[in-house]
């Protein structure tokens, strides 16, 4: 069994208050600029998407954008 605390009435000694230093939640996100595309995908693609995103529990759209992000950061590193 848990021993219970007591609390007195003892000061605290100095306290200082500290400004807000956290950002508001719109800014916490970070927004890329986005571009809507219509694509044709293989059936076997999407599955494996669909499949994979239901696991980590993510949409499996942001997980094919996350991939292909991945891959033009890798190769645009590269020189020609």
Not at 6 to 29: A, H, I, M, S, W
Not at 47 to 69: C, E, G, N, W
């Amino acid at each position: 069994m848990k021993r219970a605390r007591k609390y007195t009435n003892e000061p605290l000694g100095r306290l200082e208050v500290v400004d807000d230093f956290l950002p508001p939640p719109d800014q916490l996100v970070l927004k890329e600029d986005g571009v809507k595309v219509t694509i044709s995908l293989s059936r076997k693609s999407v599955d494996f998407f669909k499949a994979h995103a239901a696991a980590s529990k993510v949409p499996y759209q942001r997980m094919i954008r996350t991939l292909l992000d991945s891959y033009a950061d890798k190769y645009s590193k590269r020189s020609p």
